[in-house]
């Protein structure tokens, strides 16, 4: 990995079974272990199909991504859009380590925040202070770093009056609010944002995008960004990829 790149993906991929049962019955479970010790790959890696949700399917297993493989540079921004079900956010998990890939490889410098649904990370219990002080240990913060941040992760989320009232009594306007002014300035190396900035009002939205322009352009940090707003995504990515049923179709 160049000294430039901050995030590298080597052809990654990502099968789930469909139904009922998570990872697989006993008997494929018994397959797998027996292949596994003979130092042969999973045979049920070698079937699966494209993840077109609109089609019947006619086997247990489909590809939510496949080979899926490209580098970000540091200061880039990269928008990936594609249709719902496309594997935009899959792919997402996998970078946030919320989700292991099935096949593949990641490689990353530095801390990644993510923000990928909302009220992503935060115990609706705790105060909206207390979130974000519990976010920033998540993100490897210091009491002190954080202190010096919270004046201005409460002014940006606009959510002052309601800063030591529980979570769970926000709307979802203001969680998204809140979560994105924590993921902001807590000063991760790579931003990850789903489509989450969509709940927010349209005043948010410009100031979320203006905010992450200058982490960006000042701060040289990478910004991984989904958005289905177009406009946002040609005011904000330097680079885009396209993703349909779980495959890149284009990158530029």
Request: proline share 2%.
């Amino acid at each position: 990995m160049s000294s430039n790149t901050i995030l590298k993906v080597e052809n990654i991929g990502k099968q789930y079974r469909l139904g009922l049962v998570g990872t697989g019955t006993i008997s494929h479970d018994l397959n797998r272990f027996w292949n596994k010790i003979r130092g042969k790959e999973d045979p049920y890696l070698q079937v699966g199909e494209v993840n077109d949700r609109s089609e019947k399917s006619d086997s247990d297993y489909v590809w939510a991504l496949r080979n899926i493989s490209f580098e970000v540079k540091k200061g880039e921004v990269l928008g990936i859009i594609g249709k719902n079900g496309a594997g935009k956010s899959t792919l997402l998990k996998i970078l946030s380590r919320v989700t292991s890939p099935t096949t593949g490889l990641i490689k990353t410098k530095g801390r990644i925040a993510s923000l990928l649904e909302v009220g992503t990370g935060f115990h609706p219990e705790m105060t909206g202070r207390e979130n974000i002080y519990l976010n920033g240990a998540i993100l490897g913060m210091s009491k002190s770093e954080i202190n010096k941040k919270i004046d201005e992760i409460i002014d940006f989320s606009g959510c002052l009056k309601y800063i030591d009232t529980p979570v769970k009594r926000y709307s979802s306007g203001m969680r998204v609010r809140l979560a994105f002014a924590v993921a902001a300035f807590l000063e991760p190396d790579i931003l990850v944002v789903d489509e989450v900035l969509a709940v927010g009002d349209a005043e948010f939205q410009k100031k979320a995008i203006g905010k992450m322009q200058d982490i960006s352009n000042s701060d040289g940090r990478t910004v991984l960004f989904v958005s289905h707003n177009m406009a946002a995504v040609k005011n904000l990515c330097t680079k885009g990829i396209v993703l349909e049923n779980g495959k890149s179709i284009f990158e530029g």
